[in-house]
């Protein structure tokens, strides 16, 4: 991914942290994006952060001294269910959503943007092991899709489905032609193999059951 | 992705550095490692790592300090470029190859695979916009896929095609019922959305010409 690039750590990121994009809308900064002047790692503080499978990351900048940003992605992953009681970061997101144009989740990152008060009454989605709680906090309407978009909000399933997200946000945002650049310029035409037959795991979401009709594997 | 996280970085992380799996064959770590006792990021030095987009990862451990592996992925980018003439790097490569059960790379890591004298007589591909100059080598068979498997050498496409040789990786040396659980945890069942025409482009690989047929948008 060229934009947003660092959604391709989603999963291994735990808590504290946030991640931004800021570009001037309208512009291909979306595009070219590159470096803390337009996209950034955001965190509590400015210490590295340990990531799930040990991946250690530097952010580049601290909730306190960040501007005001454009868009505002919210990863995943299983430090959010402490992290969703972390006043310094849902604070953090609810200030920021005040003026951002889109906030956006990826995987269990749609709790966070609930806890900062950005998801009650829209349209969302998670992680599928993690739908039943997005169902049970009663005031999300859970679709159980890649991603969903409601209005500003576009939050994401598990993991690579930011991936999807992003490269549609990105066709919303700025364009089919940005968002095929950066889907050709990071070859992101997936094989469609499955590996087992998950489609018909109990908890398996819905696009993933319906999905057998569209492709077949090779 | 469970098993080698840091695939999700491949496209980020700029040169100095491979990463690499170390698991006990035929056991389930390669489903559950967790952290540098069995997966770690290994560069020239443990200073921070500066990827492209900005992003700054710390390395687990040294070339210097580097056990001997079991498995070695080496990621692409830019940096490729000018680190086939690293001699520290090739020379790790090269070294650890002489035990390695499997050397992977994704993305331009092959140029680095090609100057540690591994990929020689090989079949092999990357990112479809370096095709020509794998080619050029001479000594390479380019196989324009996703993934190609020679033996104990298996190389990727661009980027993200690196998600689709490492499930494949996983089944082959794992099993299915594995790979099937790292596809399903990480959720990695891709819309097949195309933006624009790029099966079009002049440079598109063959995998993506042909696979129009396989798939259609939804």
């Given at each position: 991914m060229k934009a947003p690039s660092g959604h391709w750590h989603q999963q291994s990121l735990q808590f504290k942290y946030t991640q931004a994009l800021r570009v001037r809308p309208g512009s291909r900064a979306a595009h070219s994006a590159n470096g803390p002047e337009n996209c950034f790692i955001i965190a509590e503080s400015k210490s590295p952060i340990l990531c799930a499978r040990d991946l250690s990351v530097n952010p580049h900048i601290s909730f306190e001294d960040c501007p005001p940003l454009d868009y505002l992605l919210v990863p995943g992953g299983r430090g959010t269910r402490k992290e969703v009681y972390n006043e310094a970061l849902t604070g953090f997101v609810r200030r920021q959503a005040e003026h951002c144009q889109a906030l956006l989740s990826v995987c269990t990152g749609s709790f966070i943007l609930h806890a900062a008060g950005q998801l009650s009454g829209k349209k969302a989605t998670t992680h599928w092991a993690s739908l039943e709680r997005l169902r049970a906090l009663g005031d999300v309407e859970v679709i159980e899709e890649r991603f969903v978009e409601d209005g500003s909000i576009w939050t994401s399933a598990g993991i690579s489905a930011g991936i999807d997200l992003m490269l549609a946000f990105i066709a919303h945002t700025f364009g089919e032609q940005i968002a095929g650049d950066v889907q050709f310029s990071s070859e992101y035409?997936?094989?469609?193999?499955?590996?087992?037959?998950?489609?018909?795991?109990?908890?398996?979401p819905t696009y993933l059951r319906r999905s057998r009709l569209h492709c077949r594997n090779h």
């Open positions: 035409f997936p094989a469609t193999t499955r590996y087992g037959r998950v489609e018909q795991h109990p908890d398996a």
